[in-house]
Nanobody
Framework: VQLQASGGGLVQAGGSLRLSCSASGGTFRNYAVAWFRQAPGKEREFVAALSRSGSYPSYSASVKGRFTISRDYVQNTLTLQMNSLKPDDTAIYYC?????????WGQGTQVTVSS
């Protein structure tokens, strides 16, 4: 599976961005999907996840209520709608597909939130 992330950029605090991750070369519906992020000097951390069925979204406490994860089974994409962005949200964001026998990562897209 190949993953191509896009949608990152520079935004002011309080603004919004929408990240997308396009999957190809595999059976998208067989994977749970997730977003992770890594800020400079920090470990990669979980942001949001969604099950294979598209049910049961989960979010880290730091983004809950501001971010929304979704997936499209026709376009084979997952998205992360990010609202009310804060400077602490600045990081490289990575999309992730996982099933019992495989895991795949996108190349990352930079999100920078200015104060």
């Amino acid at each position: 599976v190949q993953l191509q992330a896009s949608g990152g950029g520079l935004v002011q605090a309080g603004g919004s961005l929408r990240l997308s991750c396009s999957a190809s070369g595999g059976t998208f519906r067989n994977y749970a999907v997730a977003w992770f992020r890594q800020a400079p000097g920090k470990e990669r951390e979980f942001v949001a996840a969604l099950s294979r069925s598209g049910s049961y979204p989960s979010y880290s406490a730091s983004v809950k209520g501001r971010f929304t994860i979704s997936r499209d089974y026709v376009q084979n994409t997952l998205t992360l709608q990010m609202n009310s962005l804060k400077p602490d949200d600045t990081a490289i964001y990575y999309c992730n597909l996982v099933k019992r026998t495989a895991e795949h990562w996108g190349q990352g897209t930079q999100v920078t939130v200015s104060s």
